[in-house]
């Protein structure tokens, strides 16, 4: 399993981005995806998840309204898209696939939100 994050960055508070995660070495397709973010000193919190044909969608309460996730199962990709971000945004996020035996983690992308 091999998952890459990118698109992090700089942006000032109310700003957008969009998180990618490029996905290997399973059938993508057939999982479930999440993205979890971990702010300094502070545990690695969910965000997100996307069932596997992106019919459904379920986020945490503290991003709900301003994230979206979304996938591209023939480009093997899973996307986080954060719209009016937050100082309290400012992490780095990850992604994860953790179903039926196939597990893994990306090495993360840092986002930090400031003026």
């Known amino acids: 399993v091999q998952l890459v994050e990118s698109g992090g960055g700089l942006v000032q508070p109310g700003g957008s981005l969009r998180l990618s995660c490029a996905a290997s070495g399973f059938t993508f397709s057939s999982y479930a995806m999440k993205w979890y973010r971990q702010a300094p000193g502070k545990e690695r919190e969910f965000v997100g998840t996307i069932r596997r044909s992106g019919d459904s969608t379920d986020y945490a309460d503290s991003v709900k309204g301003r994230f979206t996730i979304s996938r591209d199962n023939a480009k093997n990709t899973v996307y986080l898209q954060m719209n009016s971000l937050k100082p309290t945004d400012k992490a780095v996020y990850y992604c994860?696939?953790?179903?039926?035996?196939?597990?893994?983690w990306g090495q993360g992308t840092q986002v930090t939100v400031s003026s």
């Open positions: 994860n696939v953790d179903q039926l035996g196939i597990q893994g």
